[in-house]
């Protein structure tokens, strides 16, 4: 299939892709990997009159990871510099775990992270664990940027709280607290190129004593149209010490929130499965690493 007729424009700066993303509006879409906007371009899903390719604009790309100060990722940064990045390997082993199960090794040295939530896809890896993490986007303009938690970012499927002229232009992660740690898990119907039929991520934070929770969050993709943020599970464990009784309660009020469909790829039952089998393994997970165990 080939792609429609388009105008391309390759900025080398902020200032110049900020300006192109102004003037051309909705009628521009904005091109990093490629990994997704082509494949829809391709099955006439979108026909843009014109592509802004940021891959010219360094700014866009990199991570910065600063002791106590948390990280910085560029909207541009390729998955694969995230699955291999030691630091991002040492302060956010979910996130790199994420990445490194996107697509195959040549997609993932494409795909970016600011597509793969701009993508917004129900089914997207990352959202999952950054969500998990507290993890904000900056979104600038010509007259200014501002930033938002990544799950009121994400709206539905493709749909982003952003509005004409804006960009995702860096993801700003919290420094990870003392006593605390974040697990990813998926399950597919294969162990490789797949979308995914679930995804969870968990973080968790212990007290001082190291047994007490004081915060958790548990969140679900692929089974809600945006990553979905538990509510029941907090209410649940925060101020508790970890049993199994309290992880199998924790499980099933996962499972009862969560709202999946039937498709090609997983019955909206087989879901609702998983996502307790993920929840019991990923709390038990969290809550024995945040203790050193």
């Known amino acids: 299939m080939f792609l429609n007729n388009f105008e391309y424009f390759a900025p080398k700066t902020p200032a110049e892709a900020l300006e192109l993303v102004a003037r051309l509006g909705s009628k521009a879409k904005i091109?990093?990997?490629?990994?997704?906007?082509?494949?829809?371009?391709?099955?006439?899903?979108?026909?843009?009159?014109?592509?802004?390719d940021i891959n010219g604009v360094e700014e866009f790309k990199g991570i910065i990871c600063e002791p106590g100060k948390g990280a910085v990722i560029g909207t541009n940064t390729k998955l694969a510099e995230i699955q291999f990045s030691e630091e991002i390997q040492a302060k956010y082993p979910a996130l790199a775990y994420a990445a490194s199960e996107?697509?195959?090794?040549?997609?993932?040295?494409?795909?970016?992270?600011?597509?793969?939530?701009?993508?917004?896809?129900?089914?997207?890896?990352?959202?999952?664990?950054?969500?998990?993490?507290?993890?904000?986007?900056?979104?600038?303009?010509?007259?200014?940027?501002?930033?938002?938690?990544?799950?009121?970012?994400?709206?539905?499927?493709r749909q982003l709280d952003l509005v004409e002229g804006e960009m995702?232009?860096?993801?700003?992660?919290?420094?990870?607290?003392?006593?605390?740690?974040?697990?990813?898990?998926?399950?597919g119907r294969r162990?490789?190129?797949?979308?995914?039929?679930?995804?969870m991520a968990v973080s968790l934070e212990l007290?001082?004593?190291?047994?007490?929770?004081?915060?958790?969050?548990?969140v679900m993709g692929s089974v809600y149209p945006r990553p979905l943020v538990s509510k029941e599970v907090p209410a649940l464990l925060q101020?508790?010490?970890?049993?199994?009784?309290?992880?199998?309660?924790?499980?099933?009020?996962?499972?009862?929130?969560?709202?999946?469909?039937?498709?090609?790829?997983?019955?909206?039952?087989?879901?609702?499965?998983?996502?307790?089998?993920?929840?019991?393994?990923?709390?038990?997970?969290?809550?024995?690493t945040a203790k050193g165990v």
């Open 31 to 52: 091109l990093a990997g490629g990994t997704d906007l082509l494949v829809v371009m391709k099955a006439k899903a979108i026909s843009p009159d014109y592509l802004i």
């Open 102 to 157: 996107v697509g195959s090794s040549q997609v993932r040295h494409m795909a970016s992270l600011g597509g793969n939530s701009c993508n917004a896809s129900p089914a997207a890896e990352t959202p999952t664990p950054l969500v998990a993490m507290g993890a904000k986007v900056v979104l600038r303009s010509t007259s200014g940027e501002r930033e938002l938690p990544l799950e009121g970012f994400i709206l539905g499927v």
């Open 168 to 187: 995702l232009t860096k993801f700003i992660i919290p420094e990870p607290a003392q006593k605390s740690a974040c697990r990813y898990a998926y399950m």
């Open 191 to 199: 162990d490789a190129m797949e979308i995914d039929c679930v995804n």
């Open 207 to 218: 007290e001082n004593d190291g047994q007490t929770i004081k915060e958790v969050r548990l």
């Open 239 to 288: 101020g508790q010490k970890l049993s199994d009784q309290l992880i199998e309660k924790a499980a099933e009020a996962a499972q009862g929130e969560a709202k999946p469909i039937d498709d090609i790829r997983a019955s909206a039952e087989y879901r609702r499965e998983i996502v307790k089998v993920l929840a019991r393994r990923l709390l038990k997970e969290a809550y024995a």
